[in-house]
Structures are given as structure tokens and as C-alpha cells.
């Protein structure tokens, strides 16, 4: 089968939605399929290239708000009219890819609902205005016209199916693929190396919960000096909270590592004492499905998304979202019981492995995606 996705996420991956591509991108051509990825690129004229086995174009993308998406998008479906004849199906991503013209099937991913971002984002400064202006005004009537267009959709998350229900579209007409791991690359370790350390990874960014994450921390760590906080990842919320740190007198003890290697994540997992993820709203996030499959003990927020993977108390400890307080105490009481840490950590990679959340098994079941829409006569 000859695939093309298109998406705004980076290919090198960096996080996130980029690493969920390229990871579904190897199934796809391990299983004997061709993929090629349509991204954005510079302002300069598109570009065609190769990473690893994957064909790559990336399309001129300037950041002319708010107008960026649809210029974008101009530059997409003009390359695209000139190579759809090459694919036999193509595949979009949220968030914020162009809306496309073809009459090749599409199959349409939503990674998490721009109804669900607009509605919990909080106003705290000029950019996360403008984020909850562009959910609002700009993605959420694009992910309408994305909705309408598609010949097959699939959310990550019962939660994301759930939520575009308010576009009028049934449940059950929707498929829920979530995302998966590559079990056999995040794996734990007999021996752990180094200091001990509590780990974030992900997006620095607003909806994250990383102030709370900070504003918890400074108690955890006067009360354990044996243990770090290290957050991995980049986002326009990094310089503001290095701020903070600093003004707690705790840069020695909170590090910001910014965009981390593959090879380097994993050991990063490998090696963590604990992982915390305080988000405000998620769809199915990878960095909680990695840090699983590492079996290490986790904290997480009971938010949609996170509860489509952790039972409390099962395979890690659920507490409120936005309330330093309980992460806090969440985080404390499993630094003080090992027995409950090795028993979080062990059922959690247990949920991976028996629960499908792997690329081999997600990546079968989007084929079928794939070949439905075909069989349907598209």
C-alpha cells in the first residue's frame, strides 16, 4: 500500500506527535508498505528528502498569523495535486494540519479535540491568549472542515470521540486507535544508574502542569535530599519556569534538559526513580505510555486521557489536576514505600505489553483502517 501522511509535526522526530508518526511510519514500511510524509518546512521552496526509509516533503510554512495554517495549506494541496496518483490513501493528523482536496480516501487522526483545548486552557499571559484565541477561531473551524472531508476518523481516546460529538458526529462511527510504544526499545532495566531523580518529559507548555510541578517540589525536595526533579523537553513555558526555579534556589536540584536524543530518553526512563506527568487535559499521551513500558511508578493527573490508561493505585496513582497539594502527597508517599513503587511499576508495564499499547498492534489496527475504506469503494 502506498500511504501519504501529512501533519505539522517534525520528521526528524522531537516529541509527541512527531514521534507517534515516525514510529508508525517503520511498522507501516517493516510490514512492506511505502510512506511518505508531507510536513511544513522553511519559507523556502518545498523540499523533497529522505529520513531513514521514509520519503519526505516538507512544504513552505511561514508563521504569518493567523492566516499560517491556510497559506500552508495552499502550498500542500498544490504539491499534492501534482503526486496523489502515487498513494492509494492518505492519512492527516491533528493538530493544526491544512485542509486538503483530494479524491484519494483519507483517514483523519485526532490527537486531541480543539473543543477540549479551548475550553480548559487559562489565561495567563499573551501567549497562551493568543493559543486559546487560535483554538477557538482558527483550529476549531479547520478541524470542522477536516471532520467533513474525511472518509474515515479515528481519536486516540474514548474521551477525543467523545468530545466531537459536539460537531454533530456519532460515536460510533468513530474509531478509537490509541497510540502505542515500541515495548522492546523502552524497556527497564535489572540496575538502575546514576542519582535518583523524579522524571518529566514532554512539552513545556501551558496545560502541562509544570507550575504546580514546581511549586510541589520545592517540600518534596527539603524533605528527601537524596532526590532530583529532572523535566525533559522544550516549550514556551521553559524560560519562565527556569525563572521560578531560580527564585526558589533550587537550579542545583529541578533541571531543565530541553529537547532530548532518543537514545538519551530512553535512558532517561531507564534510570528515573519515579515519573510525574501533572497535565491539565490530554488525548492518549506517548510520554506516559513510555514511561510505563519502562515500568517505573507514576504520578498523573485523573484527567481524560490519563485514566484511559492508569487505574489508580493498579499501575500508578491518580490525583486532581491543577492542586500542588495532592501531587505533593502522591509523590512523597511513594518515595517512602519502595514495595508500592516496584508494584505500580510492574502492573504498569504489564498494561502495555497485555493491553496492545505497542506500534506492532496499533499499527495492524490502522491498516484495517486503511483497507476498509478501500473495500467501501473510495
Not at 517534525?10 to 508498505?33: A, C, D, T, V, W
Not at 532518543?262 to 492518549?284: C, T, W
Request: contains cysteine; aromatic residues 8%.
Amino acid at each position: 500500500m502506498r500511504i501519504c501522511v501529512i501533519t505539522s509535526a517534525k520528521l526528524p522526530p522531537e516529541e509527541g506527535i512527531g514521534n507517534y508518526i515516525y514510529n508508525m511510519s517503520k511498522e507501516f514500511i517493516r510490514k512492506g508498505h511505502n510512506v511518505t510524509v508531507i510536513t511544513r518546512g522553511s519559507l523556502n521552496k518545498t523540499q523533497k528528502d529522505h529520513f531513514e526509509d521514509i520519503e519526505l516533503y516538507k512544504v513552505p510554512f511561514a508563521l504569518v498569523y493567523p492566516f499560517h495554517v491556510h497559506i500552508h495549506g495552499f502550498f500542500v494541496n498544490g504539491l499534492l495535486k501534482s503526486i496523489e496518483h502515487n498513494f492509494d490513501v492518505i492519512h492527516i493528523h491533528t493538530p493544526l494540519p491544512p485542509t486538503i482536496n483530494s479524491t484519494v480516501p483519507i483517514v483523519l487522526t485526532i490527537h486531541s479535540s480543539m473543543i477540549d483545548a479551548e475550553k480548559v486552557i487559562d489565561i495567563n499571559d499573551l501567549f497562551s491568549l493568543a493559543t486559546k484565541f487560535q483554538a477557538k477561531y482558527i483550529s476549531y473551524p479547520i478541524e470542522r472542515k477536516l471532520l467533513k472531508n474525511a472518509d474515515l476518523i479515528t481519536t486516540v481516546s474514548k474521551k477525543v470521540a467523545i468530545d466531537l460529538k459536539e460537531y454533530g458526529l456519532d460515536y460510533n462511527n468513530i474509531r478509537i486507535i490509541y497510540n502505542g510504544v515500541d515495548e522492546d526499545l523502552f524497556s527497564p532495566v535489572d540496575k538502575k544508574i546514576g542519582g535518583k531523580y523524579i522524571l518529566y518529559t514532554g512539552r513545556i507548555s501551558y496545560g502541562k502542569g509544570l507550575v504546580e510541578l514546581i511549586d510541589c517540589a520545592k517540600e518534596v525536595l527539603m524533605s528527601h535530599s537524596d532526590i532530583n526533579f529532572i523535566l525533559a523537553g522544550n516549550g514556551p513555558l521553559i524560560n519562565e519556569l527556569k525563572v521560578k526555579v531560580k527564585d526558589l534556589d533550587l537550579e542545583d536540584r529541578i533541571k531543565f534538559l530541553g529537547h532530548v536524543g532518543r537514545n538519551d530518553i530512553v535512558k532517561l526512563y531507564q534510570n528515573a526513580h519515579m515519573f510525574v506527568f501533572p497535565s491539565h487535559y490530554e488525548g492518549l499521551p506517548g510520554s506516559l505510555l513510555e514511561a510505563m513500558s519502562c515500568k517505573l511508578p507514576i504520578v498523573a493527573t485523573k484527567v481524560p486521557g490519563n485514566i484511559e490508561l492508569i487505574e489508580d493505585y493498579v499501575n500508578g496513582i491518580l490525583v486532581p489536576p491543577k492542586n500542588a497539594r495532592a501531587l505533593k502527597e502522591a509523590i512523597l508517599s511513594l518515595l517512602d514505600d519502595a514495595d508500592m513503587r516496584t508494584k505500580l511499576g510492574d502492573k504498569a508495564r504489564d498494561t502495555i505489553i497485555r493491553g496492545g499499547f505497542t506500534w506492532k498492534k496499533i499499527s495492524d489496527n490502522i491498516l484495517r483502517c486503511y483497507h476498509s475504506i478501500q473495500k467501501n469503494g473510495n
